[in-house]
């Protein structure tokens, strides 16, 4: 498993997740505990200084490859009165179509970033460690194409304190998740 993984976790000493459920927020770990064994094993998990949790300050601080790095964030709109959400996951170096593709998706007028304490409170998770394992269920999971295709990524944890190195394509095969073209621009 490390050595597939290695050249986007950098010095990161990574043991297979479910491993080490204390380093994954409650809904991570249940999400990776419902993954055939062989997909969960091929996933990863470090412990990292939680004060670098934030994308860049990690991958300068563990040699991550900013390229095979890959943000996922909330979020959300309303149509008719009902608030809508979905996570959406694209590369660090590029950004999230929200006005465009996101917002075609969830079918509202305006898309938007979801505040932080909401995206927080409806994950489980903690803020910059959001990550698409475990994600509400009903929610769209938007995966920009170029994701799917990395050989390994670096993802939260649902945690500050560690982060996921994972198969691109693992995240794929995640409970509601949507190959999206044009997501990542």
């Not at 996101?102 to 995206?119: P, Q």
């Not at 269920?137 to 295709?149: R, Y």
């Not at 304190?161 to 044009?182: C, F, M």
């Amino acid at each position: 498993m490390v050595t597939d993984l290695q050249a986007a976790a950098g010095t990161l000493e990574l043991v297979p997740a479910p491993d080490r459920p204390d380093l994954l927020a409650a809904p991570v770990a249940a999400a990776l505990d419902a993954l055939p064994v062989d997909v969960a094993r091929s996933c990863g998990v470090a412990v990292i200084d939680p004060g670098l949790a934030d994308t860049a300050a990690f991958c300068e601080a563990y040699s991550s490859p900013l390229e095979l790095s890959a943000n996922c964030v909330v979020v959300t709109g309303a149509r008719s009165g009902e608030q809508r959400f979905a996570g959406c996951v694209v590369l660090a170096t590029t950004r999230a179509d929200v006005n465009g593709v996101v917002r075609r998706r969830i079918d509202v007028r305006k898309a938007s970033f979801a505040a932080m304490d909401l995206a927080v409170e409806l994950t489980g998770m903690e803020c910059g460690g959001i990550t698409p394992f475990g994600l509400p269920a009903g929610w769209p999971v938007l995966v920009d194409p170029a994701v799917l295709a990395a050989p390994a990524v670096v993802v939260g944890s649902g945690l500050r304190a560690s982060k996921l190195v994972v198969p691109g394509s693992v995240l794929g095969q995640l409970p509601g998740a949507e190959p999206t073209e044009g997501l990542g621009r």
